[in-house]
């Protein structure tokens, strides 16, 4: 039944902003990493007056900037985008979603970027304090631009503090707070800053350790790894206890998500975690392409039960349940949903027809059906067959399994990575120093598969239980997005070549020499 | 404080706020002018890279307030964000392109090994002046000339159709360009981005060549700016204008309409009328005394003429995006905004603003202190 969807626009769009999220995410956490970082260094240099500190800080800070402008560029298509490309769901959640993208724009964005001209500019215009303060300013302000986006997009993920309003077809919000301070949006943001940080640390340290490779700029390179491996450690260790915290709120919160991120089919109690797994490339149940059982997998037992809710013999439900219902552990079969989804649809018409029609009688009748099934609204929007409620689990879980194994294995090359410079060995540690540039790569691919892993694990929805993403598009040709899809994909491949080709060249240049400004 | 207002002062207070962010996005368009005038004014490369590293330190101001501007109309005037950008998608598609190719040229121009060459980078500054102007000109043009899109909240009942805006046209957004009156506000707004860009030129860059052949563009841009804004002002004082009434919501066509706006609204007129002034003076004072300081009063009087007139086009009783498909679609600040809560919880965040514009007034001050002459670019700073 859903195949009487524009599926051609609403995967094409799909397919545009995720273009345009990915490029985005690949130069935004090295922006919030190093903006710290070189926050750290320069108030070295301000405490110690060593001009070498200063040589240090302005090299990151060139790499920084040349990060910093594209990240700008692909940044402002993805606020754009939501009319653009999703204007539906624009008005649906409007009332809400647009608050925190203002916010992001009024409190944090113009910090950022004001105080970038400081940064960059004021060397010799304002005094050295006035200069720290306002690096450290883009460093906060980076991060609190952060917060505003990640707000917004946990609420899609976990709709909280809000009403729906017949009269406008919106939902409309009722509390800021709730909105602000919700579990996901602590979870989300406090997991992805610090996930950012660590990306920053990493490639500070893979840059130094080609110089100490090279046996270039040496001292320059030693004590960029030292704040790198400091600052990375700190964060990589907070960015596995945030990652806990996610994974808690995602397993009360989105069920289907947190199933699809072990491949669980079918709900237990002391379900085990699949430390290694390879899933097969066909499906197993012929309906459900989505469905595709292990062909291998190493399990830690009861340790998902123990992830999701801190007792290793507590019930994770699989996907089957969550489809068909588990009535002994409470879980309505998706069918059901999709009947409540249809009243309340159903009820909104109504409401809308009875108000036109001055009957209020009819009016109140409908709204308190409205009302009652509210929740499953979304699933309205399904036809009979619920195999659409299930998202990608192969890519679910690979994602998920590749960001969680490189995160910890991050955590251990910081800490490897200390040990040698407290030991003096870092230079003559060719292995690990290849490594560190080896994990250059790995540390974006980890930072690529979080974002996978978050949003094509809450498929279909773009607003959980409420609206699906079909519902969400804009009424638009889908040769017109095909086209601008592509115009995005060879401008953003261009101006990405550009700039590792820049940063290439500037990393071979090097800091300026000792004996300079 | 907020939560005593009424829905309606709210609605206006946010009208408001939106026509602050777009007035001064017009001023801060003195960048995407500059960036025109990159080879008219500067004939050698120290000429040039002294332009560019004038304007390449508030390019993110414009930047960052395009961002905003669009967030405010997102948190304040959702209908109008999901109708216009889902509609006229052709439009804000293209303004997009022109400001992505902005944001990496002043970082990237002067880079080694930069895979397009610094020329490239210059004519993408050139385009996202050109098409940047034009096209939000002409955009904002459909303020008081309306567009072809409907609205109807009720399809979001309905399961395999359930889009809310809907654009009326095959061209989604371009058609506005039929419409001169639009296009002269176009380029109108393209020619005033040029002559304060040349005001801000010589009001930020220390250097005698320079500012004669600014003195020249100056006068070949002014004047077909004021062909132009005359024409667009002229014809929209006397034409029939979009009205509706605040009781029912019917909207209907009022003679004189953006005319009776300025008549019933004596500080906006006030306001525009000084600004008017001020654009000129600003002009003059450069053209005839060489007063470097005329870019102040050229962007004060930008800044108020674009704030006006963003008032007239919301305020009043008038839809400030009318629907020539069906006028009673047209959004009006009463029938597009966010709820009585979120307008409020905003209200609060606006307070932010005075408090942004201050430290953007203390960073400029610090960071343009000192003209920008050929030393500075030898210096051991970022440099474009």
Redesign the interface.
């Given at each position: 039944m859903t195949e009487?969807?524009d599926f051609s626009l609403i995967d094409w769009s799909r397919g545009q902003f995720a273009l345009t999220a990915m490029y985005h995410w690949i130069f935004v956490p090295l922006t919030l990493g190093l903006g710290f970082i070189i926050a750290i260094m320069e108030s070295i240099y301000v405490k110690t007056g060593d001009p070498a500190w200063k040589r240090i800080t302005k090299f990151w800070?060139?790499i920084f900037?040349?990060n910093?402008?594209?990240g700008?560029?692909?940044?402002?298509?993805l606020?754009?985008e939501?009319?653009?490309?999703?204007?539906?769901?624009?008005?649906?959640v409007?009332?809400?979603?647009?608050?925190p993208?203002?916010?992001?724009?009024?409190?944090a964005?113009?910090?950022e970027?004001?105080?970038?001209?400081?940064m960059?500019?004021?060397?010799?215009?304002?005094s050295k304090g006035?200069h720290l303060l306002?690096t450290w300013l883009v460093a906060f302000g980076a991060s609190l631009s952060a917060l505003w986006i990640l707000v917004a997009n946990a609420w899609m993920q976990m709709p909280v503090g809000m009403k729906f309003?017949p009269d406008?077809?919106?939902n409309?919000?009722?509390n800021?707070w709730e909105v602000l301070f919700s579990p996901m949006a602590m979870s989300k943001f406090t997991h992805t800053i610090s996930s950012s940080y660590l990306l920053g640390a990493i490639v500070v340290i893979g840059i130094s350790a080609w110089f100490l490779l090279k046996k270039r700029h040496q001292v320059f390179a030693k004590r960029s790894i030292v704040v790198a491996a400091v600052f990375g450690l700190v964060t990589s260790a907070f960015t596995v206890l945030t990652g806990d915290f996610s994974a808690k709120v995602i397993a009360k919160n989105q069920p289907m998500k947190f199933a699809a991120f072990e491949g669980l089919y079918h709900g237990q109690r002391g379900a085990p975690l699949v430390a290694i797994g390879v899933v097969s490339t066909s499906p197993s149940d012929p309906e459900n392409e989505n469905i595709k059982d292990f062909v291998f997998k190493i399990e830690i037992p009861n340790f998902l039960s123990y992830m999701a809710f801190s007792d290793f013999n507590a019930f994770i439900p699989g996907v089957k349940d969550l489809m068909e219902g588990n009535e002994e552990h409470g879980i309505m079969p998706a069918a059901e949903k999709i009947s409540k989804g249809k009243l309340a649809?159903?009820a909104?018409?109504e409401y809308?027809q009875a108000k036109a029609a001055g009957n209020m009688a009819k009016q109140a009748e409908a709204q308190q059906i409205l009302e009652e099934n509210f929740e499953y609204f979304g699933y309205?929007?399904f036809g009979t067959n619920p195999d659409h409620l299930v998202p990608n689990v192969p890519l679910t879980f690979y994602s998920f399994h590749i960001m969680v194994a490189l995160g910890f294995w991050f955590l251990l090359f910081f800490a490897i990575v200390l040990v040698l410079v407290y030991r003096e060995r870092i230079s003559n540690a060719r292995f690990w120093l290849i490594m560190a540039i080896v994990n250059i790569p790995l540390a974006y691919l980890a930072s690529q598969s979080g974002w996978v892993t978050a949003e094509m694990g809450r498929q279909p929805w773009v607003i959980q239980d409420l609206m699906p993403t079909m519902?969400a598009?804009?009424?638009?040709?889908s040769n017109?997005v095909i086209t601008?899809f592509i115009?995005f994909a060879v401008?953003f491949t261009?101006?990405l070549?550009?700039?590792l080709?820049?940063m290439?060249?500037?990393i071979k240049?090097g800091p300026?020499t000792e004996g300079?400004? | 404080m907020f939560e005593t207002f009424q829905l309606l002062t709210l609605q206006q207070y946010w009208w408001i706020i939106i026509s602050i962010l777009g007035a001064a996005l017009v001023f801060l368009m003195f960048v995407q002018g500059g960036q025109m005038l990159i080879y008219n004014l500067g004939k050698t490369k120290t000429e040039r890279s002294m332009i560019i590293n004038s304007l390449g330190r508030k390019w993110e101001l414009t930047f960052t307030t395009l961002v905003t501007f669009g967030g405010a109309f997102f948190a304040s005037f959702p209908l109008f964000y999901s109708t216009s950008f889902g509609g006229a998608y052709w439009v804000w598609m293209i303004i997009l392109f022109a400001f992505i190719i902005q944001a990496i040229s002043y970082e990237f121009r002067a880079k080694e090994n930069n895979f397009l060459s610094a020329r490239t980078y210059e004519v993408f500054l050139f385009i996202n002046g050109a098409v940047g102007t034009i096209l939000i000109g002409t955009a904002v043009g459909t303020f008081f000339n309306g567009a072809m899109f409907s609205v109807d909240k009720a399809n979001i009942a309905q399961v395999f159709d359930s889009a809310i805006s809907r654009w009326q046209t095959p061209f989604h957004g371009l058609e506005a360009v039929l419409t001169f009156h639009n296009v002269a506000l176009g380029l109108a707004i393209f020619f005033l981005s040029r002559v304060l860009g040349v005001l801000y030129i010589v009001n930020t860059i220390d250097d005698e060549a320079i500012s004669q052949r600014a003195t020249k563009q100056l006068l070949y841009n002014a004047i077909p700016f004021l062909v132009f804004f005359l024409y667009f002002v002229i014809a929209l004082l006397l034409k029939k204008g979009f009205a509706y009434d605040p009781v029912n919501g019917i909207v209907f066509m009022e003679k004189f309409k953006y005319l009776n706006n300025l008549i019933q609204m004596p500080i906006v007129m006030i306001m525009f009328l000084a600004g008017v002034v001020l654009v000129l003076v600003g002009i003059a004072r450069y053209y005839f005394n060489k007063k470097t300081n005329s870019f102040w009063f050229a962007g004060g009087g930008t800044f108020l003429t674009a704030f006006s007139l963003f008032l007239i086009a919301g305020l009043n009783n008038t839809p400030y995006y009318p629907s020539l498909f069906n006028l009673q679609h047209s959004l009006t600040i009463q029938n597009s905004s966010s709820s009585h809560y979120t307008l409020t919880a905003m209200g609060y965040v606006s307070l932010f603003v005075p408090v942004v514009i201050a430290y953007i007034y203390v960073v400029w001050r610090a960071i343009n202190n000192k003209r920008i002459d050929k030393s500075e670019l030898d210096e051991d700073i970022h440099v474009y």
């Open positions: 009487a969807f800070m060139t900037g040349i910093f402008a594209i700008v560029a692909t940044g402002i298509i606020e754009f939501f009319g653009t490309n999703w204007s539906n769901y624009s008005w649906f409007g009332d809400i979603f647009g608050a993208l203002a916010i992001e724009g009024i409190m964005f113009f910090l970027t004001t105080f970038i001209a400081v960059f500019f004021g060397w010799n215009k304002v006035f306002s309003n406008t077809a919106r409309e919000m009722v800021f649809i159903d909104l018409a809308k309205g929007y519902t598009v804009s009424h638009l040709d017109a601008t115009l401008v261009t101006l070549i550009a700039e080709k820049i290439f060249k500037t240049n300026k300079g400004n | -």
